[in-house]
């Protein structure tokens, strides 16, 4: 028994590339919604030219970091999380992204999280709190020393995907 056991071990420990044990620069914060997350890869990539790159997928995705509202005490416990990672691999960029329809897009594109806590809240009014939600973790200290870019993931009445930059600190300096 125990030799089948190592055999059905060996098949599935293939070799799937050598380990890199540099650290990454940046980390990307986004919704844990697997649909969007594909769009989000290339984004990175060929937007922002970032290869590699730590993840905090959270349902809400930068919004569960924003410090106003009900949820104070999860945006406290993401927030911290997202510290860790910024002081241990001593990151110097941070992505911040949001989801949803465009103003005219589709409502099944609607972020889950926002609908869980804005129950019956149409498109623009979920659109109206990601706003406040940036400016509110563009606030937060975290970010001082830190190139930071806020993006927001849209799906078009067509059914396409793009990404409306809303903030970017490598071209502004300003504080919204
Ligand atoms: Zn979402």
Redesign the pocket.
């Known amino acids: 028994m125990q030799h089948q056991s190592d055999e059905h071990r060996a098949a599935v420990s293939t070799k799937l590339m050598s380990w890199d044990s540099s650290l990454p620069k940046a980390l990307v914060v986004a919704?844990?919604?697997g649909r969007?997350h594909a769009a989000i890869e290339l984004f990175i990539q060929n937007d922002l030219h970032i290869d590699r790159y730590d993840r905090m997928y959270v349902?809400?995705?930068a919004g569960a970091l924003a410090p106003s509202g009900a949820e104070f005490a999860r945006a406290h416990q993401h927030h911290r999380e997202c510290r860790f990672l910024i002081e241990a691999h001593e990151l110097d960029t941070v992505v911040l992204l949001f989801?949803g329809p465009s103003s005219d897009g589709p409502s099944d594109a609607l972020?889950?999280?926002?609908c869980r806590k804005f129950p019956g809240a149409s498109g623009t009014e979920i659109r109206r709190a990601q706003d406040q939600d940036l400016h509110d973790v563009l606030r937060l200290g975290t970010w001082r020393e830190m190139r930071i870019v806020v993006a927001r993931y849209e799906v078009t009445k067509d059914g396409d995907v793009r990404f409306i930059t809303l903030h970017d600190s490598a071209e502004h300096n300003d504080d919204t």
């Open positions: 919704c844990s919604d969007i349902p809400g995705g989801h972020c889950g999280d926002y």
